[in-house]
């Protein structure tokens, strides 16, 4: 019985490996690759099967010292819009990790009519830090968004980029009163 519980221990050591990482995705990485482009992790991201758009996140994020990342930016923030969370997270903290030369394109991006695009385009921004500060004229004006989760997010990359509440706080205590916002009480 003790073997057998080394053995459940190994195996799950050898599932995760401490990365949050299938074993099939890691036993992956010992055999020859042949194949694996940054062309065709782009392709993967618009595959209709979730697994394989999770793959192709993951080959980027593993190979970000390798490839130029700024060539999968565009696709990583459609990638914003994916309908699983985990695609989501795992396309946003690539987009962190390329940083400030995705930059220009997360500008770009600030356009994009949907919500989950556009709020994740504006905390990526702030992620990035104070060499955006060029984008703050334009989270300014998201601070009266109609969304709610976009007003917040703008609120907290305003606060990010400028170190002062200054900007965000008169439009939000605007929206507190305008009765755009509804809100629970807090138990």
Same mark, same amino acid.
């Given at each position: 019985m003790g073997k057998t519980v080394v053995i459940v221990s190994i195996a799950s050591m050898f599932f995760w490996c401490g990365t949050g990482t @299938?074993?099939?995705v890691l036993a992956q990485e010992n055999e020859p690759r042949g194949?694996?482009? +940054?062309? !065709?992790? /782009?392709?993967d %991201? #618009? $595959?209709r099967d979730p697994f394989v758009r999770r793959q192709a996140v993951w080959e980027l994020e593993r190979r970000d010292r390798e490839w130029d990342l700024t060539k999968a930016v565009p696709a990583l923030i459609e990638a914003l819009n994916d309908s699983e969370s985990e695609q989501v997270r795992d396309a946003r =903290?690539? /987009?962190?990790r390329i940083g400030f030369p995705a930059f220009k394109t997360l500008q770009l991006a %600030? !356009? $994009? !009519? #949907? *919500?989950s695009v556009k709020r994740g385009v504006i905390e990526l921004i702030g992620d990035i830090g104070f060499k955006c500060k060029p984008a703050l004229p334009e989270l300014s004006d998201f601070l009266k968004s109609e969304d709610l989760s *976009? =007003?917040?997010a703008a609120a907290r990359s305003v606060f990010r980029l400028s170190g002062s509440a200054e900007r965000s *706080? @008169? +439009?939000l205590r605007e929206a507190l009163t305008d009765g755009s916002t509804e809100f629970a009480p807090v138990p």
């Open positions: @299938p074993s099939s194949e694996a482009t +940054i062309g !065709k992790c /782009l392709a %991201l #618009r $595959d =903290r690539v /987009l962190s %600030l !356009k $994009d !009519k #949907r *919500v *976009v =007003r917040a *706080v @008169p +439009i």
